[in-house]
């Protein structure tokens, strides 16, 4: 249904939890992905915060520094593992990547 009910969590019900976990101004979308060329690269070490609050106000940072390409969308990896690709490229927990859209929507 979306919310993530106080009885759910992560293992037993991961479509709908953690649900949304910053203010209405982040603009979060739980299990998303957006598009975007990359503003600072998540799996780098400097990069690594402990929740989509804390990357959210990342990109808010990034946007209020930067003119040219102002970070306007963000993913975070909330998971112990969120994907990997075939070339070894393992993107785990606590990941903030920071995107610029020419077309935000």
Not at 11 to 26: K, L, M, N, Q, V
Not at 31 to 37: F, R
Not at 57 to 82: D, E, G, I, V
Request: one cysteine or more; glycine letters at 8%.
């Amino acid at each position: 249904d979306g919310v993530c009910e106080a009885a759910e969590t992560i293992a037993s019900c991961p479509g709908d939890c953690p649900g949304i976990t910053t203010p209405t101004e982040c603009g979060e979308e739980p299990h998303s992905d957006p598009a975007g060329e990359a503003v600072a690269w998540g799996s780098a070490p400097e990069h690594r915060v402990r929740s989509a609050a804390e990357c959210c106000q990342r990109c808010m940072a990034h946007a209020a520094k930067n003119t040219r390409r102002p970070c306007n969308s963000w993913s975070f990896c909330y998971l112990p593992h969120c994907w990997s690709l075939d070339n070894g490229n393992t993107h785990t927990h606590g990941e903030c990547w920071l995107k610029w859209q020419a077309d935000v929507r």
